[in-house]
């Protein structure tokens, strides 16, 4: 089992960026698939960026040309770099570590972190 944990969230006004951090456990993290989703209250959690363990990133719809992944396999670790944030990008964000991408649900999730902007 993999142990994540993000860091990075907090409040920031619209217009703003923030950068998401994960970092994993393990010493196969590079073989292993990564996304983030995120989860506003009452709703489903949505993924909106993912990349493979060979760096094949993709995006939702809605932060595309907005938020950036990536990965330093070397420290274990992923990020998402979000800017021009909108308050519709409230939510907590979570760290989802996987065998691959169709079964990234159900990998090893972390605790979340809490991004909000205000309008």
């Known amino acids: 089992q993999v142990h994540v944990t993000e860091s990075g969230g907090g409040l920031v006004q619209t217009g703003g960026s923030l950068r998401l951090s994960c970092a994993a456990s393990?010493?196969?993290?590079?073989?292993?698939?990564v996304g983030w989703y995120r989860q506003a209250p009452g709703k489903r959690p949505e993924l909106v960026a993912s990349i493979t363990y060979g760096g094949l990133r993709d995006y939702a719809d809605s932060v595309l040309g907005r938020f950036t992944i990536s990965r330093d396999n070397a420290k274990n670790s992923v990020y998402l770099q979000m800017y021009n944030l909108k308050p519709e990008d409230t939510a907590v964000y979570y760290c989802?570590?996987?065998?691959?991408?169709?079964?990234?649900?159900?990998?090893?999730w972390g605790q979340g972190t809490q991004v909000t902007v205000s309008s």
């Open positions: 989802v570590v996987g065998a691959k991408l169709a079964t990234l649900e159900d990998g090893s």
């Open positions: 393990g010493d196969t993290f590079s073989n292993l698939a």
